[in-house]
Structures are given as C-alpha cells and as structure tokens.
T-cell receptor, first 112, second 116 residues
Framework: DAKTTQPPSMDCAEGRAANLPCNHS???????VYWYRQIHSQGPQYIIH???NNETNEMASLIITEDRKSSTLILPHATLRDTAVYYCIVRFSGGGADGLTFGKGTHLIIQP | EAGVTQFPSHSVIEKGQTVTLRCDPI?????LYWYRRVMGKEIKFLLHFVKESKQDESGMPNNRFLAERTGGTYSTLKVQPAELEDSGVYFCASSLRTGGSTDTQYFGPGTRLTVL
C-alpha cells in the first residue's frame, strides 16, 4: 500500500470547515483513499473513502486531485466532538487485501 | 444493526497469566481483523480471517498469541503467557467482503489490556 503524509496537527474554529490534507504521491490506480478518525481511545471510526471521484456522505466530503497524488477531507461545519486524530490510509482493494496501515495521522483540535 | 463488539472492555492481569479477548463482528461479515495499539505507538495490524481461515497473520508478534475463529463467526485472541509489553488496546474490525467498497472495515471499541 502507498505511503501517506499528513500534518501532525491542525486547529479549526467551531462552526467552520475543517480541511485536512493528505499526500499520497505513490498511489497506484487500484488503490483507494480511506479516512478514519479516532476520538480519545475509542475504536477507529470510518468516515469516507474514494477511488478517483470526489465523494460526499453525511459526515464529510473527500476531494481527490485529478492526478490522485493528494486528497483533502472536509468536515463542513466542525463541532467540538470532531476533535480527534484523523488517519488517511491508501489501500489496495482488489481482493485478498489485508490490514490497514495506520500512520500517525493528524490531530485535529476544534476550538470553541 | 449492531456494530462490532468486543469483550471485555478492560482486563488487568499479572505477567505470566493468560487472557482471552473476544470479538463479535457485524453479522454476515466474512472478514475479521485484529489490531493493537501499544502505548505511544501507532495502531498495528495483527491478523486477518476470511470466515474461519487465517488469510494473513503476518502481524502477530510471537507464538504467545493465538487467534481463532471457529465457525466463522466470533473470534478470540488468546495471549499465553502475557508479558508486560503486551499491554495496550486491542481492536477488532470486520468487513463484508474483500475487494471494492464492501471491503470497508468497521472497528469495535477495543479491549484495554494491562499486564502488571
């Protein structure tokens, strides 16, 4: 699986959009971009994933650049409960795929 | 629909004792994964079951760890004998199938293991 690079920490004001970047310059054509978050010591929570196109669900939007070498997770109206460590993970999903590779992630702090 | 559940939520044991962790995946999910996070480190993959078969156990740290998934439903992870460095949080995850969007893994709340 391709390696990802994320900033170690970010701040965002409550009510504003939080934009979390991720670089994955060595991503290959059959690898998805997944985002998870971990709040305190809870289990990682799935947020969203995508292959080529931008994706949106009830939690967030995922913007993937045309060359697929980077992506941005957008939380449109951040709340204090969105304070967490966010992980960007690139993963082959062609069958037989195994574990996720978690890096250090981005610690997002939502400020009141 | 119930999510992934894990039992116990916390376990405190002494070095040399045995502990068994249990994971119940989301109903119907063929794939079951174990991960762990030790203090100050990143979450690491341990192993992957497809139904009752071990697909990949490359992340298992040593032979003191034994994972089973009899019948392809719930799984257990036994540590025998436990050592101090086994302390950490053990997470279980499940996914419906491998490949494509059905491969999305959903995590349980974890079991916090403390070895004294």
């Amino acid at each position: 699986d391709a390696k990802t690079t994320q900033p170690p920490s970010m701040d965002c004001a409550e009510g504003r959009a939080a934009n979390l970047p991720c670089n994955h310059s060595t991503i290959s054509g059959n690898e998805y971009v997944y985002w998870y978050r971990q709040i305190h010591s809870q289990g990682p929570q799935y947020i969203i994933h995508g292959l080529k196109n931008n994706e949106t669900n009830e939690m967030a939007s995922l913007i993937i650049t045309e060359d697929r070498k980077s992506s941005t997770l957008i939380l449109p109206h951040a709340t204090l409960r969105d304070t967490a460590v966010y992980y960007c993970i690139v993963r082959f999903s062609g069958g037989g795929a195994d574990g996720l590779t978690f890096g250090k992630g981005t610690h997002l702090i939502i400020q009141p | 629909e119930a999510g992934v559940t894990q039992f116990p939520s916390h376990s405190v044991i002494e070095k040399g004792q045995t502990v068994t962790l249990r994971c119940d995946p989301i109903s119907g999910h063929d794939n079951l994964y174990w991960y762990r996070r030790v203090m100050g480190k990143e979450i690491k993959f341990l192993l992957h079951f497809v139904k009752e078969s071990k697909q990949d156990e490359s992340g298992m740290p040593n032979n003191r760890f034994l994972a089973e998934r009899t019948g392809g439903t719930y799984s257990t992870l036994k540590v025998q004998p436990a050592e101090l460095e086994d302390s950490g949080v053990y997470f279980c995850a499940s996914s419906l199938r491998t490949g494509g969007s059905t491969d999305t893994q959903y995590f349980g709340p974890g079991t916090r293991l403390t070895v004294l």
